[in-house]
């Protein structure tokens, strides 16, 4: 089965860069979506197609996609992006794959 | 406004059936697929089951199939997970989300329903 993993936490000062890893192999090769959770909410689409915003996402976020490694990144980190962030692909053995998430932390 | 509204979570002791149903409103919920997708509280995001537009396709998860019967009604806009011979391990919150266009991913997700199994 298709696998995808993620760093299980990442922290970043308010106003610095955020970077979300997603590993899977020849990912770079998928199209690649990711989704925000709030404490508490259920998730919302972010990302899709490895670098396209959302409606309504802020420019803060984008994404990109090569080799074995897909990267959420956010930028100017703001209290609000506190979050779980999971990355998503289809794959054909698998269906569709998340990985595990990863908890933004803003300290 | 896209709304995606679940219901049918509760207290289930191992081995008994539930049945939880998704209300939609806010676009025409036969052109598009639809999905169910779990979470363990405090993990990440499974896959479970989806369906196409009328209904005469379906696929679901390894770990779910011959347990699991997604279903919808057209006409009453409401999309359906039939779980049978629960187990412990089927606790999650289960939300129910529209796919972008039969292109495996979301862009709307319900506010999930928990489903606990426990004696």
């Known amino acids: 089965s298709y696998v995808l993993t993620q760093p299980p936490s990442v922290s970043v000062a308010p106003g610095k860069t955020a970077e979300i890893t997603c590993e899977g192999n020849?990912?770079?090769?998928?199209?690649v979506h990711w989704y925000q959770q709030r404490p508490g909410q259920a998730p919302v689409l972010v990302i899709h197609h490895d670098d396209d915003r959302s409606s309504g996402i802020p420019e803060r976020f984008s994404g990109s996609n090569s080799g074995n490694t897909a990267t959420l990144t956010i930028s100017r980190v703001e209290a609000g992006d506190e979050a779980d962030y999971h990355c998503q692909v289809w794959d054909s053995r698998s269906d569709m794959v998340f990985g595990g998430g990863t908890k933004l932390t803003v300290l | 406004e896209v709304q995606l509204v679940e219901s049918g979570g509760g207290l289930v002791q191992p081995g008994g059936s539930v049945r939880l149903s998704c209300a939609t409103s806010g676009f025409t919920f036969s052109n598009y697929w639809m999905h169910w997708v779990r979470q363990v509280p405090g993990k990440g995001l499974v896959w479970v089951s989806r369906?196409?537009?009328?209904?005469?396709?379906?696929t679901y998860a390894d770990s779910v199939k011959g347990r699991f019967a997604i279903s919808r009604d057209n006409a009453k806009n409401t999309l359906y997970l039939q779980i049978n011979s629960l187990r412990a391990e089927d606790t999650a919150i289960y939300y129910c989300?529209?796919?972008?266009?039969?292109?495996?991913?979301?862009?709307?997700w319900g506010q999930g329903t928990l489903v606990t199994v426990s004696s």
């Open positions: 989300a529209r796919d972008r266009s039969s292109t495996w991913y979301v862009d709307y």
């Open positions: 369906i196409n537009g009328d209904g005469s396709s379906t």
């Open positions: 020849s990912i770079g090769t998928k199209s």
